[in-house]
């Protein structure tokens, strides 16, 4: 199975922390962000990784190579960050014809496995219960159905999913960036196209220094 880590954001509310070092390489406990989102997926048999870099990307790229241990990596170079929706239409090439496991690299996420779909025609979301900087959420589920109200939603997208690639195929013309949510999912959900489930493990977006510190704090002690 394949997956996809997208690497390439700025880490603007990040900084001065992102200022020489790009935000998947922050460390949380024993490991940057991005070790730990790839061992997450490696736990669910990905054997072969895909990972788009463009802000500071080479410090990523010797990074991975270092604790890469035989694991299949290829890096995409953007000139600039082509959004979430982007960055996978860019790599499409890369992404085969079967679904693949997507995950952003600035999270804490110690998803369960055992709620994963086998089968996904479109796509299928991991959502979190929303937390206090997104409590209107982004959307809500009817047995699996993704679906959205105009004021609140239930839930929060973990930034973990399951992509058939085929769902890229009506944005390979469009022009970078764009992102995957509002471009690409949002016309699906519309359509009922969307499925998602419920996940209650430990999830923080590490989005600002606050975050940040919240993160180092809960996997202080961790070995």
């Known amino acids: 199975m394949k997956a ?19 935000k998947p390489l922050l460390k949380i406990g024993s490991g940057t962000l991005i070790e730990r989102s790839l061992n997450n997926l ?14 500071l990307g080479d410090q990523i790229k010797d990074a991975m190579k270092s604790s890469q241990n035989g694991t299949n990596i290829t890096f995409i170079e953007e000139p600039f ?16 014809n079967e679904p693949f496991m ?41 047995k699996n159905t993704v679906f959205v109200h105009n004021e609140r939603n239930d839930f929060t997208y973990s930034g973990v999913s399951i992509i058939n690639p085929k769902i890229l195929e009506a944005h390979v013309s469009r022009e970078y ?7 690409i999912l949002k016309p699906l959900v ?24 919240l993160a180092r704090r809960v996997l202080k002690d961790e070995n």
């Open 4 to 22: 996809m880590i997208l690497a390439a954001g700025l880490g603007s509310r990040l900084r001065p922390f992102t200022n020489k070092l790009p």
């Open 81 to 96: 960050p082509f959004g979430t929706g982007g960055a996978l239409v860019n790599a499409k090439a890369h992404l085969g």
């Open 102 to 142: 997507l995950s952003t690299s600035d999270i804490i996420f110690d998803f369960s496995q055992t709620k994963l779909p086998v089968h996904v025609e479109s796509a299928h979301l991991i959502a979190v219960k929303n937390p206090d900087h997104n409590q209107k959420g982004d959307f809500s589920i009817n």
């Open 42 to 55: 490696k736990k669910l048999g990905v054997d072969e990784f895909i990972i788009n870099i463009s802000y």
């Open 177 to 183: 960036p764009f992102d995957l949510w509002n471009t």
């Open 190 to 213: 519309t359509n009922s196209l969307i499925t998602a489930h419920l996940d209650n493990s430990l999830w923080i977006d590490v989005g600002t220094e606050d975050r940040l510190e």
